[in-house]
């Protein structure tokens, strides 16, 4: 077993019960960091401080990540010109803030003999939005209502960099 000193030296390979001694002697505790390596590794820590940095760490880690919500805008197939900018622009709200939208098309009673015509809708939605999102699913029909998932566009590296420097 290869163990690791409490001030992060490198004390070599050694049996457990020797690893344990030396631990004893130091007053603190033999912790397994990667018990998958080839010789699994042990460290000479205190367990309660080790244990309280970890739940650190997650925590940090937790706060940094982005949960990404589903935004829904509702469309019918007779929509106006007007109407339909409204909405566009709602979308673009949610894609600009990291979100993805669900934009929902719906049939009610003779206008599902018109789906075909209805699909033209949805594209010059996801037209009007193209410069900042792309299609990460489809149109596609279900029930009485025909669906499809925007997504925002990746970044580029360089043009965050440009919004920072203009800020």
């Known amino acids: 077993m290869r163990v690791i000193g409490a ?9 457990i019960r020797e690893a344990r001694n030396v631990a004893e ?9 990667s ?10 820590v205190d367990y309660g401080k080790f244990r309280y940095e970890m739940s650190r760490k997650e925590k940090d880690a937790k706060k940094k990540q982005k949960i990404v919500e589903i935004k829904e805008v509702r469309l019918s197939p007779n929509i106006e010109e007007n109407d339909l900018n409204t909405k566009v622009g709602m979308a673009r709200k949610f894609l600009e803030k990291g979100n993805r939208v669900k934009v929902t098309l ?39 209502s025909m669906i499809m ?3 925002a566009k990746k970044q580029e ?5 440009e919004k920072q420097e203009k800020n």
Request: proline share 8%; net charge positive; with cysteine.
């Open 157 to 161: 590296p360089g043009k965050k960099q």
């Open 106 to 144: 719906r049939f009610r009673g003779r206008e599902l003999a018109y789906v075909n015509q209805s699909k033209k809708v949805l594209d010059g939605f996801a037209e009007k939005l193209s410069d900042i999102s792309s299609i990460d699913k489809p149109a596609k029909f279900e029930g009485r």
């Open 35 to 44: 018990p998958n390596a080839k010789p699994p590794v042990c460290r000479i």
């Open 149 to 151: 998932f925007l997504a």
């Open 25 to 33: 002697e130091a007053g603190l505790d033999l912790v397994l960091v």
């Open 7 to 15: 001030e992060g030296n490198q004390l070599g390979v050694m049996p």
